[in-house]
């Protein structure tokens, strides 16, 4: 699998220890050394890592960012079955 990755872009800029990885398949958004979502090009349900997609309220951050929407929208695609909790680490 090719993957190139780079440093996330938030608001204000570059941002320290958050990072894109695109591959083939789609993108992950990583914070420091976890996979936190991913997001299929395949129009597939949005991955979240069960044990660190809600870690901090910095990963918070940046995830929501990540994915365009608030923490609570999260949650209620987690509950609706939209968005699958797994594995990603």
Not at 31 to 44: D, E, L, Q, V
């Amino acid at each position: 699998m090719n993957c190139k990755v780079e440093q996330f872009e938030g608001r204000n800029g570059t941002v320290k220890n958050q990072f894109l990885v695109r591959t083939s398949e789609g993108v992950y958004f990583q914070s420091y050394n976890s996979m936190i979502a991913f997001k299929p090009f395949s129009g597939g349900k949005i991955q979240l890592d069960r044990a660190t997609w809600d870690y901090s309220v910095t990963t918070g951050r940046y995830r929501n960012q990540f994915l365009n929407e608030t923490k609570k929208e999260t949650e209620a695609k987690i509950k609706s079955g939209e968005y699958i909790l797994t594995d990603l680490n």
